[in-house]
Antibody, heavy 116, light 107 residues
Framework: QVQLQQSGAELVKPGSSVKISCKAS????????MHWIKQQPGNGLEWIGW????????KYNQKFNGKATLTADKSSSTAYMQLSSLTSEDSAVYFC?????????WGQGVMVTVSS | DIQMTQSPPSLSASLGDKVTITCQAS??????IAWYQQKPGKAPRLLIR???TLESGTPSRFSGSGSGRDYSFSISNVESEDIASYYC?????????FGGGTKLELK
């Protein structure tokens, strides 16, 4: 069965960076896009971007250009998202989601808290 | 970017009611809309894709319809397990964009 296992919650300081992971299993990792989605507390869903692990191609929501960097490691079937220059506005739950054109299977989410 | 205007933001229903949520896109999205259910503290779950195609495991009381810019999602005979937030997503263009969500509560 398809599973996406994300890394644990992060408490990070303003101005720093954080890298969260999403380990895929139960399907061919290189054959599907991996999307990343942000959800601030009590708010809706915001699409950050996607990576195609097969060739490393990425597409970003322009809003997250320079904020998020997506990578993937085919050898471990793991996708990563690095968030940089963190501010309180980056405090949120971040989901990875396998995608065909639309996200179908989702990770459990990672809570990132930016606080000094 | 395509804007997805979802309404209502919240909805109160009794068990057994039929409820309907709408999403209006800022341009024609050619039926490329999906609907998700999210319960507190959980990841969204895909219920419907391409306007009206139910995903495996989605109960038949859920349905979707629409075309062009206007789409709707309905739950007939609301059950207690349906209490959640619901989101639409357009996937015709990048960036993908979600509706603002609808929180379904019990009356």
């Amino acid at each position: 069965q398809v599973q996406l296992q994300q890394s644990g919650a992060e408490l990070v300081k303003p101005g720093s960076s954080v890298k969260i992971s999403c380990k895929a299993s139960g399907y061919t990792f290189t054959s599907y896009d991996m999307h990343w989605i942000k959800q601030q507390p009590g708010n809706g869903l915001e699409w950050i971007g996607w990576i195609y692990p097969g060739n490393g191609n990425t597409k970003y929501n322009q809003k997250f250009n320079g904020k998020a960097t997506l990578t993937a490691d085919k050898s471990s079937s793991t996708a990563y998202m690095q968030l940089s220059s963190l501010t309180s506005e980056d405090s949120a739950v971040y989901f990875c989601a396998r995608s065909q054109l639309y996200p179908d299977y989702w990770g459990q989410g990672v809570m990132v808290t930016v606080s000094s | 970017d395509i804007q997805m205007t979802q309404s209502p933001p919240s909805l109160s229903a009794s068990l057994g009611d039929k409820v309907t949520i709408t999403c209006q896109a800022s341009q024609n999205i050619n039926k490329y809309i999906a609907w998700y259910q999210q319960k507190p503290g959980k990841a969204p779950r895909l219920l419907i894709r391409y306007t009206s195609t139910l995903e495996s495991g989605t109960p038949s009381r859920f349905s979707g319809s629409g075309s062009g810019r206007d789409y709707s999602f309905s739950i007939s005979n609301v059950e207690s397990e349906d209490i959640a937030s619901y989101y639409c997503l357009q996937y015709v263009n990048l960036p993908r964009t979600f509706g603002g969500g609808t929180k379904l509560e019990l009356k």
